[in-house]
C-alpha cells in the first residue's frame, strides 16, 4: 500500500516543501526531518507512512528532539522529486546528488523551479506588492514551522504588545523568496554562523501586512499547539490595538472640549495679578516641570508649577497667585537659610497662569512656557492622571466631560 503523500494535493505538497526546506535532511541513504514539536512529526511521519523516534538530548540544557525517517528507496525518490521544484538551490543540489543516476530530463518540469535569486529582491530591496496563491501560502507557512518565530514588544506600555513575525536563515534565496511572498524586505546580519555563513533575515512588524500574513497560515500553522497559540495571541494583541484605535475620534472629541474649557477658564475671586511682575519672578527661576507616571493608557503626563527660594516674600507673593500655600522643605547647607515652596499641578489654573504671564517672558522661560501650552494642545492631555480613568464609549459617548481640575 502506498504511503499518502504519493497522492498529496498541491498545498500539501508545498506546505510538506516548505517545512522539509527548513529543517529536513535530503540524503543519499534516507530523508529525515527532526524537530522538538511532536505533533508536526506525528503528522509527517502519518504522510510518509513512517515511525517516530526521541532523541534524548546529551545536554540538559537542549530539548528533546522527534525524528521520521524514510529510507525506502523508491519512496524516498518519489518525494524528492515531489518537492524538488519547491526547494531552494541547496537543497535541489542535495536531490540532484541523491538522485544521479536519473536522467537530467527528470528535472525538467512544466513549471520551473520557484526559487531563483536573479528572479527574485536583493537585500534591502523593497519587493512589488504580491499576491501569494494558496500553495505558496502553505509553503510559508511549512518554512515558518521550520525556521520561523513569532515575538512580542511589550515596551510600549499600551494596553497591547506589539508582535511581529521573524525568520532567518543562511540560505538567501529561500529568505528572497519568502520576503516577495510578503511584499517586505529582508537584510543580512552582522553576524555569521559557526561555520561562517551569512544570516539572512526577515522582520515582519507592519501591522496590515503581518496581520494579513497571521490569517493565511493560521490554518496551515494549527497542526502545531506551540505554534498555534503564538499566531492565535498575536492577533488578538492586533486586535486590541484595532480596539484602541476607534476610540480614536472619540478621544479627539474629547480633547477639543477640554481644550474649549481651558481657554474660557477664569478662576472665581481670582486675585489682580500683576503679570508682568509674576514673569518677572519666573525669569529668574525654573518653575515649569514635566511629570510623567505609569498610566492605564500608556504614560500619564502632566504640567506642574513650582517655586522654590530662600526669598520667602517672593514665594508668598506666587503662592498667592498660585492659591496654595508655602511649604518650608529644607535648609542650604552653607548659609543654614530657610528655602521655601509653592506649587500647583491643577490643569485649569496651570493654563490659565501660562497663557497670562508668557507675552511677558522671553529665552528659555519663555521656551518653557511654550512646550508647556502645546501638550494642553496635544493628545497628551487625555494622558494625564485626570483623565486616565475614564473609558472612552461609556461617560464620553453622552457628551460628558471630565472635570479640567
Not at 77 to 99: C, F, H, K, N, S
Amino acid at each position: 500500500m502506498n504511503p499518502p503523500f504519493m497522492t498529496m494535493d498541491p498545498k500539501t505538497t508545498a506546505f510538506i516543501a516548505g517545512l522539509f526546506e527548513g529543517d529536513g535532511y535530503f540524503g543519499p541513504v534516507q530523508f529525515k526531518l527532526g524537530l522538538r514539536d511532536r505533533d508536526i512529526v506525528e503528522y509527517v511521519a502519518e504522510l510518509l507512512n513512517t515511525k517516530i523516534r526521541t532523541i534524548t538530548p546529551k545536554n540538559e540544557s537542549h530539548q528533546v528532539l522527534y525524528e521520521t525517517s524514510l529510507g525506502r528507496n523508491n519512496e524516498r525518490d518519489d518525494l524528492y522529486i515531489d518537492v524538488y521544484d519547491w526547494l531552494g538551490a541547496r537543497r535541489r543540489m542535495q536531490v540532484r546528488e541523491t538522485l544521479w543516476q536519473y536522467p537530467e530530463s527528470l528535472f525538467v518540469f512544466n513549471e520551473p523551479v520557484r526559487i531563483e535569486l536573479s528572479q527574485l529582491p536583493q537585500i534591502g530591496e523593497m519587493p512589488s506588492e504580491y499576491t501569494p496563491s494558496p500553495e505558496e501560502w502553505a509553503y510559508f507557512s511549512g518554512y515558518f514551522l521550520a525556521e520561523g518565530s513569532i515575538g512580542f514588544d511589550s515596551r510600549t506600555q499600551q494596553q497591547y504588545d506589539r508582535p511581529s513575525l521573524i525568520i532567518s536563515s543562511t540560505d538567501q534565496d529561500v529568505i528572497a523568496f519568502c520576503a516577495k511572498l510578503l511584499s517586505t524586505p529582508y537584510r543580512e546580519l552582522n553576524r555569521r554562523t559557526e561555520k561562517g555563513k551569512k544570516v539572512f533575515i526577515i522582520n515582519l512588524a507592519n501591522f496590515e501586512k503581518l496581520q494579513w500574513t497571521l490569517k493565511n497560515i493560521l490554518p496551515f500553522v494549527s497542526l502545531s499547539q506551540r505554534h498555534r497559540e503564538k499566531v492565535e495571541k498575536a492577533l488578538e494583541e492586533m486586535e486590541k490595538r484595532l480596539d484602541a484605535r476607534s476610540h480614536s475620534s472619540i478621544q479627539k472629541s474629547i480633547r477639543l472640549n477640554l481644550q474649549k474649557e481651558l481657554d474660557m477658564f477664569e478662576p472665581k475671586g481670582a486675585p489682580n495679578v500683576d503679570w508682568e511682575e509674576l514673569a518677572s519672578i519666573f525669569q529668574e527661576h525654573s518653575f515649569v516641570y514635566f511629570v510623567e507616571t505609569p498610566g492605564v493608557y500608556g504614560v500619564a503626563k502632566s504640567v506642574r508649577l513650582r517655586l522654590t527660594s530662600e526669598d520667602l516674600q517672593i514665594v508668598e507673593k506666587v503662592a498667592k497667585v498660585f492659591g496654595n500655600k508655602v511649604k518650608t522643605i529644607k535648609e542650604t547647607k552653607k548659609t543654614k537659610k530657610l528655602i521655601y515652596e509653592t506649587q500647583i499641578e491643577k490643569k485649569k489654573y496651570v493654563f490659565w497662569i501660562l497663557k497670562n504671564v508668557g507675552p511677558f517672558l522671553n529665552g528659555q522661560a519663555q521656551m518653557k512656557v511654550e512646550e508647556a501650552l502645546h501638550f494642553f494642545q496635544s493628545p497628551d492631555l487625555l494622558k494625564s492622571r485626570e483623565y486616565e480613568n475614564r473609558s472612552p464609549g461609556k461617560d464620553d459617548e453622552k457628551g460628558e466631560n471630565p472635570d479640567v481640575k
